[in-house]
């Protein structure tokens, strides 16, 4: 069962990569990227870790993306559609990324670590408890003082990126 799950998420997380690589609009590329850091979470919550789930969806789905999307509001997304990312000449970039898409199945199938073994029990829950304490409590003013500078960054992107009318 877990395998299947397993294997779901990694092809909808291919999926979603691809069409982070071949969407022409760069919200659209933004938002497939996202859902290819969200997949990636579920697999780790899959493979046991459920802090390294969360602190994906923190840094990546949250930090990073308000980083692209920062940088998306910058830029004018009109020009930026227009150009492509691969010009005319894409046939070896197409061929490369084939030839590594075929090496990278060809080492997954081959390896042993992807075995139908059964998998190592859970440990280091209390250290996941004592880190979460340590960070709420010990660490609650800057964690807050750092959300509050991201907010005071999304509104001075949202006011520098507004077009005056008129």
């Not at 390294?52 to 004018?76: C, K, R, T």
């Not at 009109?78 to 075929?102: D, H, K, T, Y």
């Not at 090496?103 to 408890?129: C, H, K, N, T």
Request: charged share 10%; net charge negative.
């Amino acid at each position: 069962m877990a395998q299947g799950f397993f294997l779901l998420f990694a092809a909808v997380s291919v999926i979603t990569a691809l069409m982070l690589v071949l969407a022409r609009n760069p919200v659209h590329s933004a938002l497939a990227l996202m859902a290819c850091f969200l997949q990636i979470s579920a697999i780790f919550v899959l493979l046991d870790a459920p802090l390294l789930a969360v602190i994906q969806i923190f840094v990546y789905v949250g930090a990073i993306m308000v980083l692209f999307l920062f940088v998306i509001m910058m830029i004018d997304v009109r020009e930026a559609v227009a150009e492509r990312f691969l010009p005319s000449g894409n046939l070896p970039a197409m061929a490369l990324l084939g030839l590594l898409g075929v090496e990278m199945m060809v080492l997954v199938f081959w390896s042993d670590r992807f075995s139908l073994a059964a998998p190592v029990a859970s440990r280091g829950g209390d250290q996941i408890r004592d880190l979460s304490t340590t960070l709420f409590s010990d660490y609650l003013l800057p964690f807050e003082v750092a959300s509050v500078i991201l907010l005071a960054a999304l509104v001075g992107a949202i006011v520098l990126a507004r077009k005056e009318s008129g």
